[in-house]
């Protein structure tokens, strides 16, 4: 076996490989650190490789598969990690100043769940900051570039996971969605990605942005290998106590059956303004594919689609301003210059005090209170403060009804269009995003029209369905477009087994950047 | 509605921030525009609709009561920016 074509080979096959002896682990691991060493300092999709723990785990399991010892599901095979996963004794940065040098003392539930596959952490990839944005771009530790075209963003907030899978350094990756953050990035790679069923895959140690919508799911690139990944990260786990009690289905081997008689709905309020002409027409065609393998496409109705952006972005971001009220300098991440911050506030006091307003800080700025103001604003970036800022006011005094318990309201007659849907259809298809790519810089000063761009993928995650993104088509700028399936909860068996049928008469999913 | 500069000040002591003269008032005119988007909830009829806090309806889950090992001292002081041998250390609380 040449090491060059490694890469390219799909994560099930190389598990055939590594299981018949062609291949070895160490083989496989040092083929993808080596495209990592070519590429990476032009895609930065990592923030860390692991490389000798990576090597030495690859020898290690090696020599059990020699000695005929049991080995788990993933064995020998690389696999990246969004850096908002902890993983015991390796840094866990959330591509935050805040956290750049903490190291979690424990696993993460799926970390766990890999190192018992005996799967290879082959590193920790980048990501907008505390995995708010869609671009990668508010990641305070690195620019990742669109290895479709360099100037263009990989998407967000899980870019690295996506665009390390594009450029073949890793033939799989796990990353965190809570508003699309798996699947649009998925779309702009041109890779598959899935965002699992609410409570389908446990967050124990999945750094928190929006409890009731956080979720961590599998990207790959292809739809076998999706359900192989989703296969070892769910299950029941006691330590998250969201976590669904139910036996897991075997994904990998439901996959490659068809599904008969599949009605798919095509939602009316998804191709309206704002979508890109080359997106609708790939997705259409992508429609037109499975009504030749026999499936029914209808037409129907989510009627409270215009508000899912409004809904997400008050409850995500009420559910951040609360849950990051834990990084206060104190138990772990950064804290600022303690020495510099005393004179400074000294100083002020004095100069007040000239001015007869000895008192005007007391109620603002006691040295604590200013040990967690200044760490904080210099600890977090502009996007995160800003959601701070906006889920703080949502749940401040007088507002907390009008935006907060309002939300919440809007969120029920949301899943309650899902499942009105969902008695109509099987699944349901649309895009993923409103556009390819975009340039790197290009909405970076207006947060708004980065928050519509969000459209498509919200609603998924206040109704707590399932959905992926599978490629379905190039740009004329050469960039790729995804499709998005949306299930009810719990199917995705049925999603997995749809893309799988698509992706049997279609080769968007082999497609290729070029020189990578 | 508009949202004032005043507002963002008091609103960023309350999530324990502390922006820049820049930052509020940049800060003030992103914030008016998405909460002035936000409004287009108001026009939802939401009567007799009870809100959804959760995707999945919430149970409570209970332990067995019995003890288990948990994280111990050394490895939760580990990441801390400033500790003695069994604390995590703050700047004085309390006058002088």
Redesign the interface.
Known sequence: MESMSIHELTATELIQRLESGDLTSVEVVRSFLDRIEQFDEKVQAFLRVESQRALSDAERIDQRRRGGDPVGRLAGLPVAVKDVICTEGQPTTCASRMLQHFTPPYDATVIRRLKQADAILIGKTNMDEFAMGGTTESSTLATTCNPWDLQRVPGGSSGGAAACLAAGMAPLSIGSDTGGSIRQPASFCGVHGLKPTYGLVSRYGLIAFASSLDQIGPLARNAEDLALLLEVLAGHDPSDSTSANLPVPEYSQLVSQPLDGLTLGVVREHFGEGLDSEVQAAVREALRVYESLGATVKDISLPHSRYAIATYYIIACCEASSNLARYDGVHYGYRTDEAAMLADLVAEQRALASRGEATALDDIDSPLVRMYRQTRSEGFGAEVKRRIMLGTYALSHGYYDAYYVKALKVRRLIRNDFDAAFREVDLIAGPVAPTPAYRLGEKTEDPLAMYLGDLYTVSANLAGICALSVPCGLSSDGLPIGLQLQGPPLDEQRLLRAARMYQAVTDWHTRRPEGF | MS?TRQ??VK?????????RDD?LDR?TD??D???S??D???E?D?ED????????E?TN?F?EDRELPS?DRE??L?????RDEQC?R????LGD
């Open positions: 949202l507002q963002i609103v960023s002591l309350l999530a324990r921030l502390r922006l930052e800060m992103q914030l525009q998405v909460v988007y936000m287009l909830l108001a939802v939401t609709v009870e809100p959804m806090a959760h995707a999945v919430q889950v332990a994280l490895a939760a580990s990441n801390s920016p400033k995590y703050v700047p004085a609380v």
